[in-house]
């Protein structure tokens, strides 16, 4: 990404990969179900953040030399994972 956007997407995609971790921590330190699943929703909805601002930056070809694969990949993954977590059984 350009240097100009180093305080700007790339600071918000740091924070919304911070967000997913925590949020499963805290999450997993909930004794309610209730309680658990919704820090499990902001998590996911974290990863989606960060996904929603990759396709931004790959629209304004911030990202062009950079072979994402990998990457989607693993959100699409952690997206599923987090999902089953949030609704087990579906």
Not at 59 to 86: T, W
Request: hydrophobic share 40%; charged share 30%.
């Amino acid at each position: 990404m350009p240097p100009d956007e180093r305080f700007g997407m790339i600071s918000q995609i740091r924070r919304a990969a911070l967000s997913v971790h925590l949020n499963i921590a805290e999450g997993a330190s909930r004794k309610s179900e209730s309680e658990r699943k919704r820090f499990y929703e902001i998590a996911r909805g974290s990863l989606i953040e960060i996904d929603a601002a990759l396709d931004i930056a790959n629209e304004l070809d911030y990202l062009k030399d950079q072979d994402l694969s990998r990457l989607e990949e693993n959100m699409v993954r952690c997206f599923k994972i987090l999902s089953a977590m949030i609704n087990p059984g579906h």
